[in-house]
């Protein structure tokens, strides 16, 4: 005799939990398309038309300095967030954007006043007339040149050699940072050629405008402002094109990619290369915005620093990024004067918490905190069907 059997209902016994609950209503294709030109609208009708309205000279001045290490976490997100490089050196990279715009304007300061040598070099005797490798920084198209090509050379050099030997994690990041300390270091000993501890300053023109002017100083917030923008717009294209996924399979399985017939050394050689120009071209900006580049600027604490912010915004989110760094350069500026002591510990700890705790940065948190109510849900309707 054959018997036949009906499948439980979804109300039986044997129904496994309800489905997920949707979060809110569907989003419609029409506002997924237009969702992200609307933010970056809105980030520029609040960055070019807002700020310099509402804001004083000074905090705009504070304001354009964080926006320049919001350009150097646009690069972290690059290459950490997508590509899984901890990227511990940028400073270097800053730096070598920094001083190579600085040398320029210090040349140009120079030229208006009549003289062949800088104010410091004057000042400690310089023997022998202008460095050699000073001199094609008095053409301003060179200097401009050398802001991104020279640290996106640097970037290219040390990957080559770094990735093609399949050197990743932890000593790729040991790398990195040793590479900022030495470069820290020897500028600290030309002080006759570099300024030394105390860098390169005191700049009084900027391409021919006086840097004195606030008009001209809004002027320089108004650049970084849209350099920033159209730095967060590239690279969010570049994030959903073939190489982003490339690069976030990199990331994940980096022997599967290779079987498949591509090189990973390539693929994360790139994105190394793109955010270390990102960081030379945050430096060269950073130079007329706070009027300083010095080796403390970039050493290994700075280069720690950049990456913290990344990492407390969401690294792999481009506005969690630069809203971390942005919130971490204001919070060094507030907290620093209060506690210069203890900022150092401080900065360390957001480090750990951001990695150890929360991984995907504040970005995430709504994230996390749907998953735990559909958990709690789940949970929920589960005991009410077993009762």
Known sequence: MT???????????AAGPPSEPPS???ETPFLTRFRTPAAFLLGAVLLVGVAPLVLSDFRLGLLAKYLCYGIVAVGVSLAWGRGGLLVLGQGVFFGLGGYAMAM????????ATGETLPDFMLLYGTEGGLPWWWQPFANPAFALAMTVVLPMAVAALLGALVFRRRVKGAYFAILSQALAAALAIWLVGQQATTGGTNGLTDFQGFFGYDLNDPVNQRMVYVIIAVALLLLMAGVRQLFVSRYGELLIAVRDSEERVRFLGYNPADVKLVAYVLAAGMAGLAGALFVPAVGIISPALIGIVPSIGFVIGAAVGGRASLVGAVLGAIAVAWAQSTLSDAWPAGWTYLQGLLFVVAVGFLPSGL???RTVLRRRRTSSDRVGATKGVTT
């Not at 018997?3 to 016994?13: I, L, V």
């Not at 320029?104 to 030229?111: E, R």
Request: charged residues 10%.
């Open 3 to 13: 018997t036949t059997s009906t499948p439980p209902t979804a109300t039986g016994p």
């Open 363 to 365: 970005a995430s948190l």
């Open 104 to 111: 320029h304007l210090k040349l140009a300061d120079a030229a």
């Open 24 to 26: 809110g209503p569907p």
